[in-house]
């Protein structure tokens, strides 16, 4: 049964520190993406891959957050430096892109709890 | 831009019951996905049903189906001989086509629903 995992499943850590946060999508999808959910904001995007490449990070603040793939079965999100804001559910989730078949399904993993003291 | 509203943030009945969880989305496009995705107290997000907007014939999954009205935008959940594991929040999404074949999914806030024994 093939599923996206994230680690780590929790995370306390106190302002100022480095998070990075990793993902392993679904083998065989094209496209990752990481979302952030909080109470107020509800579920947010703040970046996607296609075949590995960065196709929108416009919803992640650039100048403490970056979002990288290095190789097809990794996806991470790294925080630095993190902030008591910062502090959320984080999800990656994968699927494929375009219409048709299968397209547009996203399959999410079990997130990543983030708290920033 | 994009907007999916679900105008009930609590909803609670009795097991066995069916419930229909309400949506309405804004949108100028004609081409679309719409989901309902499931989070129950694990926080998992688990995909429910899907709808393509070209498609006139209402989606099913075993007891879920949707209502879906394109010229109201509206894309309702509604979820028969409902059971105790159906409680969760639940989602309704948009999926938004960009450019260059890229996607965006748009969240509503959620409708927190619960099943009494």
């Known amino acids: 049964d093939a599923r996206v995992t994230q680690t780590p499943r929790d995370k306390v850590t106190e302002m100022g520190q480095e998070v990075t946060m990793r993902c392993q999508p679904i083998l065989g999808h094209n496209t990752v993406f990481w979302y952030r959910q909080t109470m107020m904001q509800g579920l947010e995007l703040l970046a996607y891959?296609?075949?590995?490449?960065?196709?929108?990070d416009s919803g992640m603040p650039k100048d403490r957050f970056s979002a990288e793939m290095p190789d097809a079965t990794l996806a991470t999100l790294k925080i630095q430096p993190s902030e008591p804001r910062d502090s959320a559910v984080y999800f990656c989730?994968?699927?494929?892109?375009?219409?048709?078949?299968?397209?547009?399904?996203?399959?999410f993993g079990p997130g990543t709890r983030l708290t920033v003291l | 831009a994009q907007t999916v509203t679900q105008s009930q943030p609590e909803m609670s009945v009795q097991e066995a019951e069916t419930v229909t969880l309400s949506c309405t989305y804004d949108?100028?496009?004609?081409?679309?996905?719409l989901f309902w995705y499931k989070q129950p107290p694990s926080r998992q997000m688990i995909l429910v049903i899907r709808q393509e907007a070209y498609k006139q014939q209402n989606a099913t999954e075993n007891r879920f189906s949707v209502n879906f009205q394109k010229a109201a935008k509206s894309f309702s959940l509604k979820i028969s001989d409902s059971q105790l594991g159906d409680t969760a929040m639940y989602f309704c999404?948009?999926?938004?086509?960009?450019?260059?074949?890229?996607?965006?999914?748009?969240f509503g806030q959620g409708t927190r629903l619960t099943i009494n024994p």
């Open positions: 999404a948009f999926m938004k086509p960009l450019p260059q074949g890229a996607q965006k999914l748009v």
């Open positions: 891959f296609r075949n590995r490449a960065p196709l929108d």
């Open positions: 989730a994968s699927g494929f892109l375009g219409f048709g078949g299968r397209g547009g399904e996203q399959f």
């Open positions: 949108t100028s496009e004609n081409n679309y996905y």
